[in-house]
T-cell receptor
Framework: KNQVEQSPQSLIILEGKNCTLQ??????????LRWYKQDTGRGPVSLTI?????NTKSNGRYTATLDADTKQSSLHITASQLSDSASYIC????????????FGAGTTVTVRA | EPEVTQTPSHQVTQMGQEVILRCVPI?????FYWYRQILGQKVEFLVS????????KSEIFDDQFSVERPDGSNFTLKIRSTKLEDSAMYFC???????????????????FGPGTRLTVL
């Protein structure tokens, strides 16, 4: 069964600081790996998407990395803002036309002033 | 920029009742999905739909569930006889065919709606 594990479960950081979230997966092979941001009570919104051959992808202050050999990905948030408070979800897509997504449980980030 | 919309935002129902959750996918998207998220848990895939038929479904999607695209714009999820454990956020998502969308949409990304919170009493 496909597994996507994320750590930490939650973290609190001060505004302006950086943080890094981890994702370990066992989905293999996979089509792509995404990081989604989910605000409370809202649907997930795609931040980054990487194929298995990509090592890094940036979207503003968000930088995702991927190590396909160790099956690990990370999401780095630079100079955090209050609006970064959300759940960040690692999502892996197995090969196939249907793009059935395997979701991690997410890391809840709280940014405090 | 068009978005996936869902109605209602919150639905409260009695156990055993039927509910229909509605979604309007992004225009010109052809792949549609339903997911659910029980409070405090991860998002779970329910079903995918393409070309007017179910293409894949999870173990959760049993005979109590059905999906329909009744009129070319709406995409609905019906739960025939709700149970307490059906209480969750239900998300609809749509995806364009890769390479066909252009503009702001990435071809193989699923775009999620805001969700419907279903509460079964």
């Amino acid at each position: 069964k496909n597994q996507v594990e994320q750590s930490p479960q939650s973290l609190i950081i001060l505004e302006g600081k950086n943080c890094t979230l981890q994702c370990n997966y066992t989905v293999s092979p996979f089509s792509n790996l995404r990081w989604y941001k989910q605000d409370t009570g809202r649907g997930p919104v795609s931040l980054t998407i990487m194929t298995f051959s990509e090592n890094t992808k940036s979207n503003g202050r968000y930088t995702a990395t991927l190590d396909a050999d160790t099956k690990q990905s990370s999401l780095h948030i630079t100079a955090s803002q209050l609006s970064d408070s959300a759940s960040y979800i690692c999502v892996v897509t197995p090969p196939g036309d249907d793009y059935k997504l395997s979701f991690g449980a997410g890391t809840t980030v709280t940014v405090r002033a | 920029e068009p978005e996936v919309t869902q109605t209602p935002s919150h639905q409260v129902t009695q156990m055993g009742q039927e509910v229909i959750l509605r979604c309007v996918p992004i225009s010109n998207h052809l792949y549609f999905y339903w997911y659910r998220q029980i409070l405090g848990q991860k998002v779970e895939f329910l079903v995918s739909f393409y070309n007017n038929e179910i293409s894949e479904k999870s173990e959760i999607f049993d005979d109590q569930f059905s999906v329909e695209r009744p009129d070319g714009s709406n995409f609905t999820l019906k739960i025939r006889s709700t149970k307490l454990e059906d209480s969750a956020m239900y998300f609809c998502a749509s995806r364009p065919i890769p390479g066909t969308s252009g503009g702001a949409y990435v071809g193989d990304t699923q775009y999620f709606g805001p969700g419907t919170r279903l509460t079964v009493l």
